[in-house]
């Protein structure tokens, strides 16, 4: 037979259990969320540059866009080149192509980054060949991009060696391949 104190320390022991169990974060989506939050939080401690900006964080700005695989100087002067490719990588990320960096493209940014390290080219190559077969040649920029549902997808452009050896371009097609191990054929 239980006592009162057996009782009493049951409950709180299950109440306790209980209340772990809800604080605690234990979805993917949880996770994300809070890490998406770190990420905008540094982000949003960063200055807005454009066009004529000139400091240490354009060079840091620079810096970030050449570790993505985006060809610019690391000079730390925001000119007409370094607003190219700014766009282009706003572009890229679904951002609005203005050229001027504030939160959200250094949020972008930033992400980029930890998507690359989880996702290298390597394994997007590894997904194509499984679904395409090994004769396949991929060449790519090594950008990786956003679809409209804000998944990380590289863009490949898939040649057969054979058709290759044979003198011809041996291009098959362009390819969108995704973390998932998708590999969307891309449609004109």
Known sequence: ?????????????????????????????????????????????????????HSSYVRDLQQSLKDVKYNTSVDGIFGTRTQ????????????????????LTWAALDENKVERKQFPVSMAIAF????????????????????????????????NKDWMDQGGSGTIGWYHIYKSGDVIEESN
């Open 1 to 53: 037979m239980l006592t009162k104190k057996t009782l009493v320390m049951l409950s709180t022991l299950t109440l306790a259990t209980t209340c772990l169990a809800f604080s605690t974060p234990t979805t993917e989506a949880a996770a994300k969320d809070a890490y998406s939050q770190k990420i905008e939080a540094k982000a949003e401690t960063r200055p807005t540059l454009r066009k004529g900006s």
């Open 84 to 103: 190219t490719v700014v766009k282009e990588f706003q572009t890229d990320h679904r951002l609005s192509p203005d050229g001027i960096v504030g939160p």
């Open 128 to 159: 194509g060949k499984k679904e395409l077969g090994d004769n396949i040649v991929f060449s790519t920029d090594d950008r990786l991009r956003k679809d409209n549902n804000d998944k990380a997808y590289y863009r490949f452009v898939a040649k």
